[in-house]
């Protein structure tokens, strides 16, 4: 009974002390935590993403402060208008569900090509005039004349950048392109003709991006060119296009279609306007299109001519397509929603194939609100 007792009261003993060094450790970490200053805190959670941010947030009161204070959200682009008269000109806020105008005379008779890095890219059919415009500033950079017919433009930096190179593509024939590129300085236009193994058609309904130093040509009928700007290279990947389901309908299939990249993905978005949006992203590796359920908190904004992914947006915005149509008077812009897996507001269609493909374009938010009327 004596060695029993002792037995147990030498556990007790041993846990008690246990209990004595994590007390002990426990104010050690939260001295270090208080003791960490500011500035290095402040550096260090402000490294991190929105998602990690929140995380940190809730480690104590003094990181919840710190973290609020350098928590920075993305901005979602902003949608611009084209009025088919005047130079007044519309610019939508998705976030705030506002509408600011600006007046623009030196955009008169010009069509939108395509926007990037808060920079237009605009042509004048009536003069073949091809130019870089900042709505923001009225900055406005000229480039050599080229004819436009039924083909698309794109850049790949904002053009002061000295890594900016405007591409574009059109068919001779079903088996050789015209392969045309620039520079902002540049006194004429380089083209160049290229053989394909595979039929490209060029089309105003053809979706263009650059992505990792590649341009990305998505055809009428879904076969992926690439071209190589430092290397000088065109060639059609046998790449499969999206299958699309069955209901959708021959002539929505092609038209109502968009392409965005983000972080070195391409995805590709299919609308037809008695289903809901189908969304693939490309497997660069395997060279197939994979059906995508959810974007992962990224959004996406669709337009015809030019596309844009975002994450770490604050609110709702995440896991949603926005498409480049404003509803009931500028109050609401049509989404869609992966995780409802309906559009917001709700109708029976939406047919983006039969929409105006000059009509509007997505564009980074401008900096301040000063230069608005």
């Known amino acids: ?10 556990l007790l003993a041993e846990t008690l002390e246990d209990n004595k060094r994590v007390q002990r450790r426990q104010p050690d970490e939260q001295q270090i935590q208080s003791d960490l200053p500011t500035e290095l805190l402040e550096l260090i959670l402000s490294q991190l993403t929105l998602r990690d941010n ?4 809730v480690v104590c009161k003094r990181w919840l402060t710190v973290a609020t204070s350098v928590r920075m959200a993305n901005k979602p682009p902003w949608l611009m208008f084209f009025p088919k008269f005047g130079d007044l000109y519309e610019f939508y806020d998705p976030s705030q569900r506002k509408t600011y105008w600006l007046e623009l005379p030196e955009l008169n008779g010009s069509r939108i090509c395509y926007a990037k890095d808060g920079w237009l890219l605009l042509y004048k059919p009536r003069t ?50 015209a392969v045309s590129t620039c520079h902002p300085g540049a006194t004429e236009w ?16 053809n979706k263009l991006v ?9 055809s009428l009928t ?8 430092q290397k000088s290279t065109w060639a059609v990947h046998s790449v499969p ?17 968009f392409m965005a990249e983000h972080n070195g993905d391409i995805f590709v ?14 497997d660069q590796t395997n060279k197939v299109w994979v059906e995508m359920e959810t974007l992962g908190g990224m959004t996406l904004f669709a337009n015809f001519l030019s596309s844009h992914a975002r994450t770490d947006l604050l609110g709702t915005m995440r896991n949603n397509v926005f498409f480049s149509k404003v509803r009931f008077y500028g109050k609401r812009c049509v989404s869609y929603s992966l995780d409802n897996g309906r559009y917001y507001p709700r109708k029976q269609c939406y047919d983006w194939g039969e929409q105006d493909p000059f009509e509007s374009v997505w564009i980074e938010p401008p900096e301040d609100l000063s230069a608005f009327l």
């Open 241 to 257: 296009p999206p299958k699309c389901p069955e209901n959708f309908f021959v002539k929505n299939w092609w038209k109502g279609k």
């Open 190 to 205: 380089t083209t160049v003709n290229y053989q394909n193994r595979l039929p490209f058609v060029s089309s105003i309904w």
């Open 128 to 177: 073949q005039r091809v130019f870089f415009f900042c709505p923001y500033t009225r900055e406005l950079i000229d480039l050599p004349s080229l004819e436009l017919t039924y083909q698309i433009v794109a850049f790949s930096a904002a053009p002061t950048s000295p890594n900016c190179i405007l591409f574009t593509v059109k068919h001779v024939s079903p088996t050789v392109v």
């Open 1 to 10: 009974m004596a060695g029993r007792r002792r037995k147990k009261m030498k």
């Open 222 to 229: 879904g076969w992926l060119g690439v071209y190589d700007p």
């Open 269 to 282: 978005i299919y609308t037809c306007s008695a289903v809901n949006p189908v969304i693939y992203k490309l």
């Open 54 to 57: 929140i995380r940190a947030s």
């Open 210 to 218: 650059f992505c990792k130093g590649l341009f990305y040509c998505l």
